[in-house]
């Protein structure tokens, strides 16, 4: 591969000017000739990621992603990453695990290696996170969480667990089981949660609250273990992705979703569509969140202002993995 020190020595120049040529500084019209044409003799492209690092415009955005094997994280990064190259953006991917500690050193990994804006899908905001947006020169959008000092874009988690708990109470249940995630996750982990469990209270009906994680082969295990004692008709779990390991548990179980036992979740991934019998659920319509992230950090780096919170819609999906209570 050749190198700005080969392409330099052919054309009789220091590695200094041809920096300075690749990088839209001046030199002299007879300099840029020579250069060129050594250019064009190795058909030579500049990586992009080095010379950022020696500019301060830079076309990468660093976005900082929890975890890379849920659906919904997938769908957002596509949005970005589609709106991102028409805005003559790349993204620059840096995965977490779901640790905080690893989401902080990303942010500064980034900021290092100058990226023009950092979008963070985010599990929480701490106090950390905001003392760090606040001192870097970059500016930052969380996703999926929300918070008045940071830049964000959201769902309306309470409003997306009424819909769906009175959308579910046509349906006559009086045993519902909820299975949630940790609370350190705002938006999941309690306002989705307060959204469903509120709007059953008011209905008369106190559903049951399990524990859970994200992951669709713990809530497989936690399925195998609950189902048995049939102390519920109707389980609404925290995610879609929760909800297909409780599924799992319940064919190998043999009881019939649909028929015996009723399931619903919320994301509105698109494997719901395609399971026996289809999902019940609400449409995040993630693609869109990562679109709007992306158009709204595109905002941000032309100098325009935006809104601290965006929200975006929910729309539910009824279909049968839910039934009505046999009387």
């Known amino acids: 591969m050749v190198t700005i020190k080969q ?24 300099t840029a000739k020579k250069i060129e044409k050594i250019i064009s003799k190795y058909n030579y492209s500049p990586n992009e990621f080095a010379r950022n690092l020696k500019i301060q415009k830079s076309n990468f955005i ?36 779901l640790a905080i500690k690893r989401e902080i050193e990303s942010i500064y990994s980034l900021v290092q290696n100058k990226v023009a804006g950092i979008i963070l899908l985010a599990t929480e905001i701490t106090e950390e996170h905001i003392k760090v947006a606040n001192s870097i020169d970059v500016p930052i959008l969380f996703v999926g969480q929300s918070n008045e000092a ?9 409003q997306a667990g009424v819909n769906l708990a009175q ?9 519902v089981l909820y299975v949630g995630v940790p609370e350190n996750d705002l ?38 273990e609950l189902l048995p004692q049939k102390n519920a008709s109707l389980i609404i779990c925290a995610t ?4 297909i390991g409780v599924i799992k548990a319940a064919n190998q179980l043999n009881i019939a979703i649909g028929v015996e036992l009723s399931v619903a979740g919320f994301g509105g991934y698109s494997f719901g569509e395609y399971l026996y019998p289809p999902l019940t659920t609400v449409d995040f319509h993630h693609q869109l969140v990562g679109e709007k992230a992306a158009c709204l950090m595109t905002e941000l780096l032309q100098g325009n202002e935006i809104a601290r919170q965006t929200i975006v819609d929910t729309t539910m999906i009824i279909r049968n993995s839910v039934c ?4």
């Open 167 to 175: 959308a579910l109470l046509e349906y006559g249940h009086k045993e």
């Open 324 to 327: 009505a209570v046999k009387k």
């Open 7 to 30: 392409i330099a020595k052919e054309s009789g120049v220091s590695k200094s000017t041809v920096s300075r040529y690749l990088n839209n500084g001046y030199v002299s019209e007879a």
């Open 187 to 224: 938006s999941v982990g309690i306002n989705r949660k307060q959204g469903v469990v509120t709007t059953f209270l008011e209905n008369g009906i106190t559903p049951q609250i399990v524990p859970s994680t994200f992951y669709p082969e713990d809530n497989y295990q936690l399925g195998l």
């Open 240 to 243: 879609d992705s929760m909800a």
């Open 150 to 158: 940071v830049y964000s874009v959201d769902h309306d988690n309470y």
């Open 62 to 97: 660093g976005v900082i992603s929890p975890r890379l094997t849920s659906p919904s994280i997938m769908a957002i990064l596509n949005g970005i990453d589609e709106v991102a190259r028409k805005n003559g953006f790349q993204m620059l991917i840096s995965n977490t695990e």
